[in-house]
């Protein structure tokens, strides 16, 4: 991110663009759009304290939407709400079609939910097997023949084999753990899985591994998938629908690219990932600012703006007319993250800054040490957000 102040305000009596507002999904798509879930104005508060307030968020069969937001936000409460674990105040949930909570209630073990909880919540003093077979339908599964050929399918599911059937959750990893919490799950043959920040209490390595096998069992089966993360990358990574929540409210919603890269506003961009953000004059759709004419896509603002670029778009060029002196580099192994001092500049109304600190990436250590001079190049488009 950069190290800068603020920008200027506007000036008196400017008018300030409006706040960036997001229209449901359902109210774009084609009316035959098969929506698996659909969340229309849901508010819930405990108390004095609105957790959440007017959710409206569509959920296509067999689509996965990522939840993602900071803590506190209210990613946990929406999806107790889906459950059918808690009931909202206003508002209302559809499944399928049919209403679960709003003018109708349907219970959590009517609405044919499967839910995965952070730390998999299994049973200690069940086996593996055991586990497993709690989420069977006893009146279709008869017999321990019968249970245990389910119960191993599920296990084979998951890449799991037969010979987990009689450990006990301590005996096994936290992936393992969350596999078999997903097989519980899936015993219910489920239409929607709620993932409830299933990896995060997993190491770096195994959260990869273990998210994409869960994935991809999950895609197979045609599940509705809702995952709630606070978890940028795995959010970007895991689902086909990004919905970023901030105080109770979804502030964007849209396919992982399209949110990373024109994110809805400067909090929401930094959430998502570093940012550089400079000053910057907009005319048209070009950007003049410390690091040259930046072409901004769509833009709704003009004049002074702040600029966002992401620290990939921010390149060692040979020739650019661009430079920056490195300040210091922080190694990570195949990348290094490199911070870059712009040069100060005469003052030009049009061209706001000047001496600002940003952050890029580079896979080039050698070319990090304190004191160089690089020339730099912007690959690709800038997102321009209103001075506030």
Known sequence: MTEQKQGPAPAAGAARPPEPRIAPAAAQAPEDTDWHLEIEGVTKAFGALQVLAGIDLTVLRAGTTAIVGPSGSGKTTLL???????????????????????????PAHRRNVGYVAQDGALFPHLSVGQNVAFGLDGARYRGRRAVAARVEELLHMVALDGSYVRRRPHELSGGQQQRIALARAMAREPEIMLLDEPFSALDAGLRVATRRAIGRVLAHAGVTTVLVTHDQAEALSFADQVAVMRGGRLVQIGNPFVVYT?????????FLGDAVILDAWLEGSLAMCSLGAIPVRRPTVQGRVQLMLRPEQIRIASDSPIHGTVLDWDYFGPESSVRIKLPERPADPRIPGGGEVITIRHWNAAMARA????????????????VV
Do not use: S
């Open 262 to 270: 024109r994110p809805a506003d400067r909090a929401t961009a930094e």
């Open 371 to 386: 004191g160089m001079d690089l020339a730099l190049k912007v690959i690709g488009e800038g997102v321009a957000f209103p």
């Open 80 to 106: 107790r709400l889906i459950a059918g674990f808690e009931a909202p105040d206003a508002g209302r949930i559809l499944l399928d079609g049919r209403e679960v909570a709003g003018g109708t209630w349907v």
